[in-house]
T-cell receptor, first 114, second 113 residues
Framework: GAGVSQSPRYKVAKRGQDVALRCDPI?????LFWYQQALGQGPEFLTY????????KSGLPSDRFFAERPEGSVSTLKIQRTQQEDSAVYLC????????????FGQGTRLTVV | SQKIEQNSEALNIQEGKTATLTCNYT??????LQWYRQDPGRGPVFLLL?????KEKRKERLKVTFDTTLKQSLFHITASQPADSATYLC????????????FGTGTKLQVIP
């Protein structure tokens, strides 16, 4: 498809388990963003890539969170030793510009830590 | 501290009326303000962007105003339809090259037939 694709759509993890969330941005998009959205809240910024360079990771809540975009296209958000407070929807967005203006979002991955 | 406020209570309006949603902010000097629509179980969809030097922007039935003195943006949907029912998010971005976007909590709009 032509949009941003995220997988898996849903993920249930036992506390302490590692998870990896994938984002396929729109082809050719320079910017890629990860957000975390708790129920009833707006998306909270996690990290930003410009091509393969991670320019801003100030929103990552702890060192258990790690993101990469090694070839400047597909990105993976990894969460190690998941905790219950990590339960949320993780959204990926891409933009053709070196900014977030008019970014295109994926459907998100709903992570539930039990 | 920086804060973006959107009415957390749902807004219910009758079909055909104009819906007006509010976004207030404090301790920001945003260069850009964006409005997104989010349906349940979906990611946000970009609607409109307005710059700090623009007072008003229109797109079809949508109108956005941006008052940097009041630190407020208003989002209007005219001739509202049940299909407009969704959560609407405002998002601020500061000036100066790349700046991360900060989202409000969103306002849920319900258009009643």
């Amino acid at each position: 498809g032509a949009g941003v694709s995220q997988s898996p759509r849903y993920k249930v993890a036992k506390r302490g388990q590692d998870v990896a969330l994938r984002c396929d941005p729109i082809s050719g998009h320079v910017s890629l963003f990860w957000y975390q959205q708790a129920l009833g809240q707006g998306p909270e910024f996690l990290t930003y890539f410009q091509n393969e360079a991670q320019l801003d990771k100030s929103g990552l809540p702890s060192d258990r969170f790690f993101a990469e975009r090694p070839e400047g296209s597909v990105s993976t958000l990894k969460i190690q030793r998941t905790q219950q407070e990590d339960s949320a929807v993780y959204l990926c967005a891409s933009s053709p510009l070196q900014s977030s203006k008019g970014a295109f979002f994926g459907q998100g991955t709903r992570l539930t830590v039990v | 501290s920086q804060k973006i406020e959107q009415n957390s209570e749902a807004l219910n309006i009758q079909e055909g009326k104009t819906a007006t949603l509010t976004c207030n902010y404090t301790n920001y000097s945003p260069a850009y303000l964006q409005w997104y629509r989010q349906d349940p179980g979906r990611g946000p969809v970009f609607l409109l962007l307005i710059r700090e030097n623009e007072k008003e922007k229109r797109k079809e039935r949508l109108k956005v105003t941006f008052d940097t003195t009041l630190k407020q943006s208003l989002f209007h949907i005219t001739a509202s339809q049940p299909a407009d029912s969704a959560t609407y998010l405002c998002a601020l971005e500061n000036s100066g090259g790349y700046q991360k976007v900060t989202f409000g909590t969103g306002t849920k709009l319900q258009v009643i037939p």
